[in-house]
């Protein structure tokens, strides 16, 4: 029995150690290669099936967290850090008319141009006008902008803003007339027309006024009406060319390995810090929304140039994680000169000739600050350490827009400094 017994636990703990051993096997075995197929799957399906997929999760993921250095780090997708060439947005604008307003309009006499717009509008409805005197305060010349989406289609409703251009005081309850919406090339893309709704007020008695927001712009929900399309044929295209929104050339590589990663191949390049060209492979020639949407929503972790953006006028400063600061002292102090007046009165006696004057008593003050000192600034790793060490300071914000620019000055700031 004796033997048995320290059988039992002399296998007990061996039985542990090889169960862990093979645990250990398990997690340091290389996984599958990622398949250079084509998948159908997109990544959200991936990502909600590892055990399935997870060959070709880590071909979407290496290129980010080998990029990123650790999962702490947050990463973007690549929707949010570039958009497709080509798929964008066109500004329209027009000249037209708003009526119905309640003597808040233009002058006729000081906008020449309503006028004349007004005599137009009513001939060609058959009211002759020329020979009339108009005194209406009731209509104002505006000018209509939209922005016209893309791939918009015939009939699809957009919104439009409406701005006085004459000397209106308000377009608060005003139609805005039928008027064409025209591009840079002069042809017309929408009509619009409908009730103008404005965010502001403006109310006037005689000795007082009182005006909130801007009454004389205003905007029409769904006010503009779509007539022409302009033609993009996306799933015709060869080659896809990314815009980054923050050119850079670290980011543009990344994206491109990012995509090498999911598609397979080399067919993404980036050509400069703001492209990145993609080769439409032939599995995917004719499904350009297919592609999109598979590589739009990879992950990776956008670099940045370490910049810090100061703004005088309003004593904001705004540093990026990546600004480092070298070994430096500091010292921050303003000579102050204070003046302050006490005059006296000086009074003869009552037997003496003279009469009552004042005499003036200057005091003047003269503060150096002796007691600020030379500050040291260790050098930092991380914005926290270089925030910790301009606060140990005590300086406001005014004065750490100088003390930065003086730092960049001596060479001890690894950043640029942008002064808005």
């Known amino acids: 029995m004796l033997r048995l017994f320290r059988l039992r636990h002399l296998l007990t703990p061996l039985a542990a150690l090889l169960l862990a051993g093979a645990a250990m096997a398990a997690d340091l075995a290389p996984a599958a290669p990622p398949s250079r197929g084509g998948n159908s799957a997109s990544p959200q399906a991936q990502a909600q099936a590892p055990a399935r997929n997870g060959a070709a999760e880590a071909g979407v993921s290496r290129t980010a967290f080998a ?5 702490g780090t947050a990463l973007s997708r690549i929707k949010d850090l570039a958009s497709v060439e080509g798929v964008r947005s066109n500004q329209i604008l027009g000249y037209g008319i708003v009526v119905g307003l309640n003597g808040t309009g233009d002058t006729l006499n000081n906008a020449p141009f309503t006028k004349q717009s007004l005599q137009a509008m009513l001939e060609r409805l058959g009211v002759n006008t020329r020979g009339a005197s108009m005194r209406t305060a009731n209509v104002a010349a505006v000018m209509v902008t939209a922005n016209l989406p893309p791939f918009a289609t015939q009939g699809t409703r957009l919104d ?12 608060q309850g005003g139609t805005l007339l039928a008027t064409p919406l025209l591009g840079a090339d002069g042809e017309v893309y929408a009509v619009s027309q409908g009730p103008v709704a404005i965010a502001g007020f403006s109310a006037e008695a005689e000795a007082a006024k009182i005006t909130r927001g801007v009454p004389t712009v205003g905007r029409i929900a769904n006010g503009g009406l779509i007539e022409r399309e302009i033609d993009f044929a996306l799933n015709k295209l060869k080659t896809l060319r990314l815009s980054l929104r923050n050119p850079d050339l670290t980011t543009a590589r990344r994206i491109a390995a990012a995509i090498n990663d999911f598609i397979g191949g080399d067919s993404a390049e980036p050509t400069d810090p703001s492209t990145v060209v993609l080769q439409i492979p032939p599995r995917f020639q004719g499904n350009m929304i297919r592609l999109l ?25 705004v540093m990026g994680k990546d600004v480092r600061v070298s070994t430096v002292a500091v010292a921050q102090g303003n000579l102050t000169v204070t003046i302050s007046e006490e005059p006296q009165v000086s009074q003869p006696n009552e037997l003496a000739n003279g009469r009552t004057v004042v005499v003036p008593r200057s005091n003047v003050k003269v503060d150096t600050e002796g007691t600020n000192k030379l500050a040291l600034v260790k050098e930092s790793v991380t914005l926290r350490e270089l925030v910790d060490g301009l606060n140990a300071l005590g300086i406001g914000p005014r004065d750490l827009l100088s003390i930065l620019q003086a730092i960049k000055a001596a060479g001890a700031l690894q950043a640029d400094i942008e002064v808005m």
């Open 67 to 71: 990029g990123s250095g650790g999962m």
């Open 160 to 171: 439009v803003t409406v701005s006085a251009l004459g000397d209106a005081k308000s377009l």
């Open 293 to 317: 949407t598979d590589i739009e929503q990879l992950r990776i972790e956008p670099d940045q140039i370490a910049r810090v953006v100061i703004d005088e006028r309003s004593g904001i400063i």
